[in-house]
């Protein structure tokens, strides 16, 4: 027999001593009992003698605790159905490790989604099927007991109070074998209000706002009533500003414990404290300068709530959901690292950013210029990481390697989004933020003349330039980006082989539409003897102040003296200290080959002979082949010397013949001789050229010597000069410059026919078939001898 918490068992026989075992059907109670003990006496069927044990702890209930109560974010009765859904957060503590959740609110509530499911440190992945006012919550990692949880899930509140109403939270197993239970109370609902919030700014995070608030009473608002709104966790509120009729309030600001508060009481006037400020239905506005948190809120969070006061008592309450806070990044920077600058070169950029809220993966993303690319030239305006951990109010710093820079140049925008999953859930945002002032590109071609271009003859012209002579260097250039007047722009050359400038006959032309040079207004300087500045002048180019307009050709001359060694070239244009164009030093500049010395003498210089030359060639190379070039009039034999062989080639279109002196070592330095036939008389030009080559071909080097005359013998001819004269006799008289010859051969021309005959001593020395002849002689002819030839002949 049973009656409430006691129960009594009559025995059929009596116990024998020894343990003994029975069972009892009961009921479990709603709660767990403060005092859980449990007590067995045993008595003799005339209740005389008693035993008693002592007090047995009870066995624990499997009751889910609710540590708080239910925050219902909206308490007002429902006017529209679920468009009047609001967070309702369960907060409670397992006793049984569970996967499942079944939530079942007042029959007259309406559940709808689960906004979040977390502990103190975990937010759990969940799926769940509602069923009116019941939902079932499937976890994918299960909950453990002993733990605090909250629980918010919208619902829709019920058109009428309910008394005594209670809210029933069931937990599951993994095979859905239930497993704990408990209920706890339901929330007061009141009056509803209806109330709109307006942002009349931006919804960036941090973000200055002006907050316009709209309220419409369901009953009268009387005076010593007062209106409480109560702002989103994280918005500051300030600077109050009623927009209805006149009216006498007071408003203060509360933001010191927990989320901004505004009281706006409605003071009493001569119309006693039951007179009505406001008729219900009567719209009230005004506004509150606020500031977007730094973050996105919570789903649970995001709601502003107001409240109509009287006396302490709630009257009537609404809510209104918050915009989204687009997290705004802080301190989002991208510093261009080089080593280029300029547009479309491959550089490497630094990215740093102070995160709002924590993070695993980000996307930045190039706006302009247009055609950044990631990763080189295929990866693309957009570069996405994961596997991050970004920690709130923790600067990250983040190396970007391989990034081709945009097209033209100017100022470089980004946008940089992180996200709580790979790239799903933006949790923070800084769009279309300015990056860095990305330079425009300089092409730059150009060419060296050297000072031989000057010759006046003009043979040499065809030659390269050389080294450590004075030549004249054309640079073409194009920018990306406009020049302006006052814009400066800095040639430099660099490197070991860096050129000498000279600014002083620099001349700078730009090329119009019809290709011809227009010289511009310029101020040219040097800095140091490597670097030129040239300041620009607009000179009547364009209405808008361009000195040079993007795309256009432009012209540098100027002077300089090359080297041989390596250098480039760098020419970058600075709008105050701005960059606005570079080439990023990339133009290898020109190759002028090496200054040749050259030592050239006969051994002697007849006319019309076979003579020998001493030839020395020095510079700082390895050549082993130097080509001649003779004046013209000169002849080389086909075999000219132990290293010399002539192909009966002419330099160039010219009437000079060429020679080659080749060996399998090299031929500068050393002492060399060859063989040249000499004209009959010295050319107008006497100068020779000497080209050095090495092993692959490659022209190394180039120089003049200035030749030798040829040396003509002296010699006067006498005869008598009387027209008829038979039997003339000639008189030769000439001169030697050797000191002493054994025989000679003496050849006679006459002059108008040129003809020059050989054949047969002629005893009488006369020679009927022309008007040449041939004498030979032996014997010893000293310097100053004179020779008479007696020609007999009419003269």
Known sequence: MGEASTAEVLLAE????????????????????????????????????????????GYPLAEIQFPRPLDAVNTALNTGGMADAAPVGIFFVLQTPAHALRIMAPAQHQLGSLLSLKSTTHMFTTSVEVFGHTADVKIATGLEPGLTYSLYILTSNPTAQVGGATWSLESFGARSEPLDQGEVASFELFPAADFQVVNLGEEYSNQEITVQLTCTLPSDLHFGDSLLVQAPPGFPLADFQWLGPTVSLSAEIWCHFGP????????????????????????????????????????ESAWWRMDQRRGGARRAT??????????????????????????????????????????????????????????????????????????????????????????????????????????????????????????????????????????PTGWLRTLPPRAAEKGFITLNLVFSMDLFAGDVLIVTCQGLGAYVLFSDSLVMERLTFVLTGEAMPVLASNQGEHELHIA?????????????????????????????????????????????????????????VLPLFVELVPTRAPPDARIAVNLKVTAAASSNQLRLVAPEGFRFPSLCGDLCASFGEFFEDTARAMATLSSSSS?????????????????????????????????????????????????????????????????????????????????????????????????????????????????TFRNQKMCYVKMIEDV
């Open 14 to 57: 009596a116990l024998a001593s020894g343990p003994h075992a029975f069972g009892l059907r009961l009921t479990n109670p709603s709660r767990q009992p403060i005092l859980n003990t449990w007590v067995l006496e045993l008595s003799e069927p005339s209740g005389f003698h008693r035993w008693s044990s002592r007090p047995l702890d």
């Open 260 to 299: 901004c508060i505004l009281s706006v009481a409605f003071l009493s006037t001569w119309q006693g404290a039951a007179g009505v400020a406001f008729a219900a239905a009567e719209p009230m506005r005004f506004t509150v300068r606020a500031r977007n948190p730094a973050s996105a809120l919570e789903p």
């Open 318 to 455: 609404a809510v209104a959901a918050s915009w989204p806070i687009r997290p705004e990044l802080s301190s989002a920077s991208l510093q261009l690292l080089g080593p280029s600058l300029a547009a479309l070169a491959v550089a490497s950029l630094r990215l740093r950013f102070v995160p709002a809220s924590p993070a695993v993966a980000l996307r930045l993303r190039a706006l302009s210029p247009p055609e950044v690319s990631f990763d080189g030239a295929g990866g693309g305006p957009e570069l996405l990481l994961q596997g991050l951990s970004l920690v709130p109010h923790v600067e990250v710093s983040i190396l970007i390697t391989s990034v081709r820079l945009g097209r033209g140049g100017g100022p470089s925008r980004y946008s940089l989004q992180t996200f709580r999953t790979p790239y799903e859930g933006v949790v923070d945002e800084r769009l279309d933020f300015f990056g860095f002032y990305q330079a425009g590109r300089a092409e730059v071609s150009g060419t060296l003349q050297g000072s031989h271009m000057l010759e």
């Open 536 to 592: 620009l002048d607009t000179g009547g180019n364009a209405s808008n102040g361009s000195a040079l307009v993007a795309a256009q050709f432009a012209r540098l001359h100027f002077q300089a003296i090359p080297t041989a060694e390596a250098n480039t070239w760098k020419v970058d244009s600075w709008s105050g200290s701005t960059l606005s164009n570079t080439n990023d030093g990339t133009f290898p500049g020109f190759q002028p």
């Open 667 to 779: 031929l500068l330095g050393e002492s060399l001789t060859f063989q040249v036939l000499t004209p009959l008389r010295t050319p107008q030009v006497v100068t020779w050229l000497v080209r050095a080559y090495g092993p692959t071909g490659q022209l190394d080097g180039w120089g003049v010597a200035a030749g030798f005359k040829v040396d003509q013998m002296h010699v006067q001819v006498w005869y008598g000069a009387v027209p008829g004269l038979q039997n003339a006799e000639l008189a030769f008289v000439f001169t030697l410059d050797l000191r002493s010859i054994r025989s000679f051969r003496l050849s006679v021309r006459h002059r108008s026919t040129g003809a020059d005959r050989s054949g047969p001593d002629r005893s009488n020395g006369r020679d009927r078939a022309g008007s040449g002849l041939n004498i030979e002689s032996q014997g």
